[in-house]
């Protein structure tokens, strides 16, 4: 991980925390695997407890961590939408539960 990229990433974990209350968020794409590039943003999976709308819920976080100098892709879900589709191998929730690495996780 690039070293900017490091503090963007510290950053959005703690608003995302802060803000959203999470249950984990996972990092996943080229920042996780480690062959990420200077042109490379930071790609999220945000498991919420519910959620009434994924794609609201992620402008939402995408707003809050809109002054970070570095491109974002935020993916949320729920516990239910992971035991339903996280074994589906080619979605992004597959990637992100077999290759991602786990930044925080609600004790």
């Known amino acids: 991980m690039l070293p900017d990229a490091s503090i963007c990433l510290d950053t959005a974990k703690t608003r995302l925390i802060k803000q959203f209350q999470p249950l984990k968020i996972i990092l996943f794409g080229s920042q996780a695997k480690g062959n990420a590039t200077a042109g490379s943003d930071i790609d999220l999976l945000v498991v919420l407890p519910a959620v009434t709308s994924k794609?609201?819920?992620?402008?939402?976080?995408?707003?809050?961590?809109?002054?970070?100098?570095?491109?974002?892709?935020?993916?949320?879900?729920?516990?239910?939408?992971?035991?339903?589709?996280?074994?589906?191998?080619g979605t992004v929730l597959h990637e992100a539960l077999t290759e991602g690495k786990v930044l925080y996780e609600q004790a």
Request: proline fraction near 6%; charge should be positive.
């Open 55 to 89: 794609r609201q819920t992620a402008i939402a976080m995408r707003r809050s961590l809109a002054d970070l100098p570095i491109g974002k892709d935020i993916v949320v879900t729920t516990p239910e939408e992971i035991s339903r589709r996280g074994y589906i191998v």
